[in-house]
Structure formats: structure tokens, C-alpha cells
């Protein structure tokens, strides 16, 4: 645990490191064959992987399908790790080097989709499959308008470990299995939340096979507050032919909304942590991307990697201001949190109008 404690400190400090680093002028080294520089000469061959994997990965840097795929690899791989031990080895790349048996398990579908152009990618640039698993999470998001700037770490040694099953929360697990497998890889209540912040881009594929692309709001293609408002509304809508597993009635039409968000969000122990990113991206971001820095790094040893931030992109500015959409009042608004009222928001102009699937890449 002393061992646990302290390599949390490092991680700790190397993100205070990087911002220190970011609003510093210092000198950089051209890197070779290339028009990029680098603070840091071994960070260099990381912008060929960011060159390639924005080309032919993310479609020329776009926020779509393959975005939201890489955050959710990134979380599946990473919280196999438990600090008792005896599960998986956390950021470690296990789910593709042990893809024949980790992809199989249900909570994993559909990510292979993902995950075998990463570990093509991964193996023409001779990287490790933890690093361009966490590497092509912090990229997806500096490609989402209003997305936090992630940390990168590089340097994590191959998977060791074939992670168990059931490391991963399901969307029809009660709050109280959520929270308590959360706990066992490290996590609080609000830094789960936190993560959570990574649905304002998903949608869903395999919930319900019939409606692939739905997103989960209204701004799916923009790391924004939507879902923290939007998963509050009172439900009117069943999409698909019905109702599948872990899937509760929808606000719009067109979106899908998974039970784990809506009970985290209606929960005592959690709905003001939920409340208080709706009309708050800049903290939103914030809690975000120290959640993700623990993530990322959970099994490693930070000691032995190298701060690689300097190659993620500066994410684009997101200039939409929260709001309930269209159709929508206040009084719509599930009031879940007992210590303060929701947050007056604006309301789109004009008719309540269907939410357009995300279109496959």
C-alpha cells in the first residue's frame, strides 16, 4: 500500500509537472524526418503515431465513432486493476494482447472494433498496446471541441496479467455494485462521476443492435455539460422496439439512456456531483482529467515513464453555452440533489426535435 500511495503522489505531481511545463517557455529539438519539435527528444516518435492515428484512425481529428470507442477502451482496459489484487493488471493493454479471451466477455462488445486498429497501429510504430490504448484516448479527446487536454505518459511495459471478467461495471448494475467495484480499483463516488464525463461523446452500437449510433445526448460530437443535464429529464421516449437490458426510457427522442446514469444521477451519494458539472464545463474538465491521470496510469509504476503530453493537440474551444433543449422547461428537470437547486439554464429555441444517430466512420 506504501508502495500504491507513493506511486499516486508521482502521478500527483507529474500533472502539476506538465502544467508547469505547458506555461513555460522552454527550448525544443527539431525532431528527425519530421516538421515536429519536442521538449523531450523521446517524445519524438510519438507525433508520427499522433500523425498516423489522426489520418487514418480518427478521420482527419474528428470527435465521431472512433472517439468515443477510444475513451471507452481506455476505461475498460484500466479498471481490471483492483488494489487488493488478484484481478487484472490495470493500464497495461491486456484486453489487446489477451484480446482472444478479454474481448469475449460481454461487457466488452463491440470493442474490438476499436482495438484492432490500435494494435496495428501500436505494432507499425513499435509501441506498447497499454500506451496507444491511453495515447489514442488523450488524442480523442483534444479532437472534441471543448475537451480537456489529457496527460501522456509514456513507457508502460506489456501486459503480464489476463484480466478476470467482470472487472467492468454494467449499465444494469445497481449503484451499490457500481460503487463498490469502483472502490476495489481505487476510485471515489465522484471521481467515477468524473469519468462518467466521457458519455457526453458515446453512443451506443450493441444495447440495442437495431438502433446502432445512438447517442446518449443531444451534442455527441462535443465534450460539453449536456448529459449531466439531459439524463435529469423526465423520460417520454422508448427507442428501438423497446426496452433492452441496462436502457431506461429516454427525454428525446433519439437519444438512449442507460440505467447506471440515470441511478448515479438519482442517487444521494452521488446526484450533486452529477448536478454540479450541468452548468459547469470548466470544472467539469478539470475533474475529468485528474480522474483520467489516475486511470491511465493505474498497475504503472510512474517512476518509469516519460511525460509525453506535449503531443496531444490543444483541443478546440466549445462556445455553446449549457441549455435545455428544445421543448424542455425546468420543471422537466428531476430534481436529485438535496443541497441545491438545479441551475436555471437557457432553452434552445424552436421545436422539440429528434436527436440524429452518430453515423459510423
Known amino acids: 500500500m506504501a508502495f500504491k500511495s507513493l506511486a499516486l503522489l508521482v502521478a500527483i505531481a507529474s500533472v502539476f509537472q506538465f502544467t508547469w511545463v505547458l506555461a513555460t517557455p522552454v527550448k525544443k529539438t527539431a525532431c528527425p524526418n519530421s516538421s515536429h519539435s519536442a521538449i523531450n527528444a523521446a517524445c519524438c516518435t510519438w507525433f508520427d503515431v499522433l500523425d498516423d492515428m489522426q489520418a487514418n484512425l480518427f478521420d482527419g481529428a474528428e470527435c465521431g465513432e472512433e472517439a468515443h470507442s477510444a475513451l471507452r477502451i481506455a476505461f475498460h482496459d484500466a479498471i481490471g486493476f ?50 496507444i490504448i491511453q495515447f489514442s484516448a488523450a488524442v480523442a479527446v483534444a479532437d472534441c471541441p471543448g475537451g480537456a487536454r489529457l496527460q501522456f505518459l ?19 448494475n445497481t449503484v451499490d455494485v457500481i460503487l ?31 438502433i446502432p449510433g445512438t447517442p446518449f445526448d443531444s451534442t455527441p460530437g462535443t465534450f460539453d455539460t449536456q448529459i449531466f443535464i439531459e439524463v435529469l429529464l423526465n423520460a417520454i421516449h422508448t427507442p428501438g422496439a423497446g426496452l433492452q ?64 503530453s506535449e503531443v496531444i493537440p490543444t483541443p478546440a474551444t466549445n462556445t455553446v453555452p449549457p441549455f435545455l433543449p428544445a421543448g424542455k422547461h425546468q420543471s422537466d428537470i428531476h430534481q436529485a440533489c438535496a443541497a441545491t437547486p438545479f441551475p436555471s439554464l437557457p432553452i434552445q429555441p424552436g421545436p422539440q426535435q429528434s436527436i440524429a444517430p452518430v453515423p459510423p466512420s
Open 82 to 131: 483492483s488494489t487488493k489484487g488478484g484481478k487484472g493488471g490495470g493500464a497495461d493493454g491486456s484486453i489487446i494482447a489477451n484480446g482472444d479471451v478479454e474481448l469475449e466477455f460481454a461487457a466488452n462488445n463491440g470493442i474490438e472494433d476499436i482495438a484492432t486498429p490500435l494494435q496495428a497501429l501500436a505494432d507499425a510504430h513499435g509501441k506498447s498496446y497499454g500506451d
Open 245 to 308: 437490458q441496462g436502457e431506461v426510457k429516454a427525454p428525446l427522442a433519439g437519444l438512449m439512456r442507460l440505467q447506471s446514469d440515470f441511478e448515479l444521477s438519482r442517487d444521494s451519494r452521488t446526484a450533486c456531483t452529477w448536478q454540479s458539472f450541468a452548468n459547469n464545463p470548466k470544472l467539469m474538465n478539470q475533474k475529468f482529467t485528474a480522474a483520467m491521470a489516475k486511470l491511465a496510469v493505474l498497475g504503472q509504476n510512474v517512476r518509469h515513464l516519460i511525460d509525453c
Open 154 to 172: 509514456a513507457g508502460r511495459p506489456n501486459a503480464t496479467l489476463i484480466t478476470p471478467d467482470g472487472t467492468v461495471p454494467d449499465p444494469f
Open 180 to 210: 463498490a467495484r469502483m472502490a476495489d480499483a481505487g476510485f471515489s463516488s465522484d471521481e467515477l462521476i468524473a469519468l462518467l464525463t466521457s458519455h457526453t461523446i458515446a453512443a451506443a452500437d450493441k444495447i440495442d443492435i437495431t
